[in-house]
């Protein structure tokens, strides 16, 4: 073989184009990415120079289609059942703050009149109270976080900043929040069954008030035959006095204010107890699926996406 029939040939390998990178007829490679990313460059013909060579800038995505991927990484179930929480909180130690106070000033007054019959009674009123206090500002600090791991596994789950990826140590803080908001779920049916005792307790007080009212009993002797005796509640001891109140006197505890201000109270403190409820069963369905599907993701051989 001649000098020139090896150089033909070496000239024939060096021109021949690589796997993999387009051939100069098949027109200029794809930008690169530090391109991409300066748009803004862009002429008004939507075009930009390059290496010498005019390109198409790439179509960047308007205002309705961002607004559409923000709102899909939006965890709706807990947004929801944050809302309802610090609802059903809110009223639950607003309205029951009230409606305990009120509660001792009856008691003071009408049916236990001397003070140290009913001093343990206010001690255990005063420090709900201030359990309340703080029933209020954990449960205030525990809806915010709780709404920012559902962002965090919502954004994970749908993959909207990128490829999936979690660690160890994030699917242990969702299994934490799993349990320990079953505990709280289990521990607000014990305060809403609670808070339905003093609804049973002033609704029994208030229809023995209707019946003394009825015109069957009114002006009738038997109308001071009718009574009340709050020690049967346990609340107050037997040795109080008087600790029962009958006829036209408790007709007149019941048209006192408040009465029927911490009657009323209490029952939307009851209602705001099972808003919370319902609040934090939306919460375990929303933190046991997403942790679900992360702890089903990480896995190696996981090839299907929810």
């Known amino acids: 073989m001649g000098k020139r029939a090896r150089w033909l040939r070496a000239t024939a390998t060096v021109s021949r184009p690589r796997p993999g990178r387009a051939r100069p007829s098949e027109g200029p490679a794809p930008p690169p990415l530090r391109w991409r990313l300066l748009g803004h460059l862009c002429d008004e013909a939507g075009t930009l120079e390059v290496g010498g060579a005019r390109r198409r800038c790439p179509e960047r995505p308007g205002c309705f289609e961002c607004c559409i991927k923000c709102l899909g990484g939006v965890p709706y179930a807990s947004l929801v059942a944050t809302i309802l929480c610090f609802s059903g909180v809110a009223l639950f130690c607003g309205c029951g703050h009230v409606a305990l106070a009120g509660t001792v000033a009856i008691l003071e007054q009408h049916f236990s009149t001397n003070a140290s019959d009913h001093a343990l009674l206010s001690e255990v009123i005063q420090l709900m109270q201030y359990v309340i206090y703080g029933i209020a500002s954990f449960f205030f600090l525990y809806g915010i976080i709780l709404l920012a791991e559902g962002f965090y596994t919502t954004s994970a789950v749908k993959e909207l900043h990128g490829e999936f990826k979690t660690t160890a140590c994030g699917r242990c803080i969702s299994g934490m929040f799993v349990f320990l908001t079953y505990v709280l779920g289990v521990a607000w049916l014990g305060v809403f069954g609670f808070s339905a005792v003093p609804v049973f307790m002033f609704y029994n007080i208030w229809s023995t008030c209707e ?96």
């Open 211 to 306: 019946v003394i009212k009825s015109p069957q009993t009114n002006g009738t002797t038997g109308v001071e035959q009718i009574c009340v005796d709050i020690r049967q509640y346990g609340i107050i001891p037997w040795n109080a006095f008087p600790g029962k109140i009958c006829g036209s006197a408790l007709e007149n505890i019941c048209n006192t204010n408040e009465f029927y201000m911490s009657y009323h109270l209490f029952i939307v403190a009851c209602a705001g107890a099972g808003a919370t409820v319902i609040a934090l069963l939306i919460y375990m369905m929303a933190t046991t699926y997403n942790y679900a599907v992360l702890k089903f993701k990480s896995r190696e051989d996981c090839c299907t996406k929810f």
